[in-house]
């Protein structure tokens, strides 16, 4: 039989109810308070951030840098091509606004003064550029893994790059050199296909074709010659390059060159993480905080930049000058892996007249 609970302990068991919801009640508002004031401080953090200075900007790239040389106490350099991806004429803050022949030559340099057990990290944030500076910062990461000799990609990449945004063109081509890539979920690469006097060379060769040889422009038949000859070697030079531990699914590293210099695909197409991984690159989605604060950091060390009256000057002067390019003088179009629409001038101006007439 059961026995009848007292009254007395009815008021016990209530009291002790009363009690324990109190105190869930209570923790459950500490929770709540500290939620919001966690929430607070990091739109707080990121007011302030939105609103750096160039000198906050400053401290945050040298500590980011810091840190990564550091991480895990390791013999590691950083390299960082960070351009000013803006609309701006030139670059401000002295950044580039595309890889250039300087910039390969600073990264060259820091490559070649790593010893065999160095980890180099190389941190892109480009829409590419020309062409032979891109491959000679890729060719010179893979002298590095030559010297490095033996190891496992997977498990021990001695060569990483890192794209929290963007590495089109020929920072794909600089990063596909590396053991590992990482990327942020939003991020992309993109085709290495050579763009010759701001066209791939097929499209040169589809307009001589449409309009035969003797209604194009001479010199747009001239360049489709020198663009097919680049087209050559450029597939050459991304067979050379491109790591082995890249590769399509059953194939090797050469098909995956001729695959992404083909022109298969737009040159300003998106290679997100998923589409890369179908493609076989190696890759993860994991980048260290301090990535994510150097890039940044960069950035908006570009974007608050002060520029003087005599920049602004110097700089309207020289739009004046691409406005009214002299003819006079003997230019020579570079092929380029990146930047669309930053065409030579003269070019340019017969290529218009060109498309003038197919319409």
């Known amino acids: 039989m059961f026995e009848l609970i007292s009254e007395q302990e009815l008021v016990v068991a209530a009291g002790v109810f009363a009690v324990i ?3 869930c009640w209570g923790y459950w508002q500490y929770l709540t308070h500290e939620t919001r004031k966690r ?11 939105l609103g750096r200075s160039y000198e906050d900007a400053s401290k945050g790239y040298e500590t980011a840098k810091t840190n990564l040389e550091k991480r895990n106490r390791r013999n590691t350099i950083v390299i960082d091509l960070i351009h000013d991806l803006g609309d701006e004429f030139e670059g401000r803050d002295s950044a580039e606004q595309e ?5 390969a030559f600073n990264a060259i340099a820091a490559i070649r003064g790593a010893n065999e057990r160095t980890h180099i990290m190389v941190i892109l944030h480009t829409l590419g550029g020309y062409a032979r500076p891109a491959h000679m910062i890729a060719l010179a990461l893979k002298k590095h893994l030559r010297k490095v000799g033996q190891h496992n990609p997977h498990k021990h990449p001695k060569v990483t790059v890192y794209v929290p945004y963007v590495a089109m063109s020929g920072g794909t081509f ?6 590992r890539i990482y990327m942020d979920e939003t991020a992309s690469l993109g085709p290495i296909d050579t763009i010759y006097g701001s066209f791939p060379s097929e499209a040169y060769e589809d307009l001589i074709a449409q309009k035969g040889v003797e209604q194009t422009q ?23 390059i491109i790591n082995p531990v890249h590769k399509l699914p059953g194939k090797t590293s050469q098909a995956l060159a001729d695959h992404l210099t083909s022109g298969e695909m737009s040159h300003s197409q998106a290679i997100s993480p998923k589409s890369a991984r179908k493609l076989g690159i190696n890759l993860s989605t994991k980048l260290p905080a301090d990535v994510y604060s150097l890039v940044d950091a960069r950035i908006r ?9 005599a920049e602004k000057e110097a700089r309207e002067a020289a739009e004046q000058k691409v406005a009214k390019p002299d003819t006079d003088g003997d230019d020579d179009p570079q092929p380029t892996a990146g930047r669309p629409g930053r065409t030579d001038p003269i070019i340019q101006k017969v290529i218009d007249k060109t498309l003038e007439g197919i319409e």
């Open 21 to 23: 919801s109190l105190l």
């Open 39 to 49: 929430d607070a401080a990091s739109v707080a953090k990121l007011r302030s951030w």
């Open 99 to 103: 890889i250039t022949f300087d910039e």
């Open 174 to 179: 600089i990063a596909l050199s590396a053991d």
């Open 218 to 240: 001479d010199l747009l038949v001239l360049l489709a010659h020198e663009a097919a000859k680049y087209d050559k070697y450029a597939q050459d030079v991304a067979r050379e």
């Open 301 to 309: 060390m570009i974007q608050t930049k002060a520029v003087s009256e």
